[in-house]
């Protein structure tokens, strides 16, 4: 197949979706919408997130070195949209769209209450990369929805029903079917 | 909604699955499956992609300054797979899948011909874990199969057809459809 050069694009095509919480200085929660972020590290367990300088968020967690990601389900799309539209310099979005900041219990940031899958960060790397800092933070808990839990007692992502970010259509889709088992689907390629 | 702790967890709900293409220094081209990358800078546009120390592709970045990603459509699920199973060391996975590899133009490491969706990336920073190198590479190119170029000549994430993996369930999840309009399905939480 023929293939177009398209020049430098930020994209791997199937970016999460996350929101960021923070305490600001007055005690106030934050909620930032974030699709730059990912799994780092298995030991210590870690996760990045790219915050702009410029965003209150910032601020935030170096202030209080501190985070936490709450997943969306779709049914909070609109919700979850909105944490990356409006700034928390001059809105409560908490207030504005009736969700609910809960303490986390193992950090000091809040979460989004009705959101099914959390995870509490202790910031321990900041890497700074030009119009973002990375933020690395140390997973120390996570925190799933009991009607999230599906078979052998693993959170099922079905239930869960996160979206994903679509760089390229400045979009939001809908995570599909199950379609293959991981670490397995490729065996038959081993030689015998 | 009560929610359960589950201890450190390392996953967002959705993670990418790219093909990391390396160089060995014996010029034989490598593959490595890896889930935990994601974009982590607009300026420089830069990913990230973490690598266990003991991989074989771990030297080749280090001593190439130079990667691709490389993302399969769910046609190639099984050959993705593969790449996170078998290692360089002993096995040529180009051969063994009988998929090709190609050089990339901008940076010196190969490509999987056969994906729709490729990042050329030059390495800029080497940020180390613990038990994973993230390894931050700035993206020089991005290569898109024709055929996956849809409405306003942008690539169209379902002619890309990239698969997500689900670290709950060990399994790969297609896309599903698009059901919202980043940074405007939220607007209706604005205040007038």
């Given at each position: 197949m023929t293939k177009r050069s398209i020049?430098?694009?930020?994209?791997?095509?199937?970016?999460?979706?996350?929101?960021?919480?923070?305490?600001?200085a007055s005690g106030r929660p934050n909620a930032?919408?974030?699709?730059?972020?990912?799994?780092?590290?298995?030991?210590?367990?870690?996760?990045?997130?790219?915050?702009?300088?410029?965003?209150?968020?910032?601020?935030?967690?170096?202030?209080?070195?501190?985070?936490?990601?709450?997943?969306?389900?779709?049914?909070?799309?609109?919700?979850?949209?909105?944490?990356?539209?409006?700034?928390?310099?001059?809105?409560?979005?908490?207030?504005?769209?009736?969700?609910?900041?809960?303490?986390?219990?193992k950090v000091d940031a809040p979460y989004v209450g009705e959101f099914p899958l959390v995870l509490e960060c202790s910031l321990i790397e900041t890497v700074e990369l030009g119009a973002h800092t990375q933020f690395i933070g140390e997973i120390v808990d996570?925190?799933?929805?009991?009607?999230?839990?599906?078979?052998?007692?693993?959170?099922?992502l079905l239930r869960i029903r996160p979206f994903l970010y679509d760089a390229f259509g400045f979009g939001y889709h809908s995570v599909g079917p199950r379609v293959g088992d991981g670490f397995k689907a490729g065996r038959r390629f081993l030689k015998r």
């Open positions: 020049g430098p694009q930020t994209t791997v095509a199937v970016h999460p979706m996350v929101i960021v919480g923070t305490y600001a930032m919408a974030a699709a730059w972020t990912g799994i780092v590290s298995s030991n210590p367990p870690a996760v990045g997130v790219s915050v702009r300088p410029e965003r209150y968020t910032h601020q935030n967690i170096v202030r209080t070195k501190a985070f936490t990601l709450s997943v969306p389900g779709e049914e909070h799309l609109a919700e979850a949209d909105f944490f990356g539209i409006a700034s928390g310099r001059d809105t409560d979005k908490f207030e504005a769209t009736g969700l609910t900041p809960e303490r986390a219990t996570v925190l799933v929805d009991e009607d999230c839990i599906g078979e052998g007692d693993r959170p099922d």
